[in-house]
């Protein structure tokens, strides 16, 4: 008897808990020029997803060390969240629908050129919703 009593208070829990995650990843753009932003190509969820985000991982990777002045935002379609590092957890576009595309914006402050080959490798999202 103490097992469907057990089971019914879990229930609010479980309900809560529902969601799921989509992941998404794509290949850099150039880093040719300080003063400007390249974006990544869309980390597009699949279909059918739904609810809102609650925390996004992210990870990226450049071909080479970064120079000094980098900025780093995960961008949904009307706001952006600033990345500290080249990987790590967000909460800053939680509520954002989970169904919208993101992309990585990178830029460096001040002006002139950046090392010949600079390039961002991958950029990767996980994308927890409810």
Partial sequence: MRWPIALLLLLPLM???AGGAW????SGPPLANRGSWMRSQPL???TGVGGEVSVISWRYEL???APSGL???LCGVQRCATLEGASGVTRGLAHLSADEPLHMVFGFAGSGALPPGLRVVSSEVMVNYE
Avoid: D, L
């Avoid at 992941?23 to 794509?26: F, I, K, V, W």
């Fill in 44 to 46: 597009t969820p699949p």
């Fill in 71 to 73: 900025e780093v935002r």
């Fill in 15 to 17: 309900a809560q808990a």
């Fill in 23 to 26: 992941s998404g990843s794509a």
């Fill in 63 to 65: 071909s080479r060390p």
